[in-house]
């Protein structure tokens, strides 16, 4: 079974991939992989194995 999780990041003007790619991995590294990328990165879906 899956689970998921919608962010709605805040990343500023300044440094805006830096900040993107830290999130990312900072998910990653809980174990949630990138499902969809909103156009303009105004929300982010992530998605995981429930019983890992």
């Given amino acids: ?5 919608v962010i ?3 990343l500023g003007l300044r440094n805006r991939y830096q900040k993107l790619e830290d999130l990312l991995n900072q998910y990653a590294r809980e174990g949630w992989n990138l499902k969809h990328l909103g156009e ?3 929300n ?5 194995d429930k019983n890992r």
Avoid: A, D, F, S
């Fill in 1 to 5: 079974m899956k689970e998921y999780k």
């Fill in 40 to 42: 303009g990165w105004t």
């Fill in 8 to 10: 709605m990041p805040k």
């Fill in 44 to 48: 982010i879906v992530l998605e995981r």
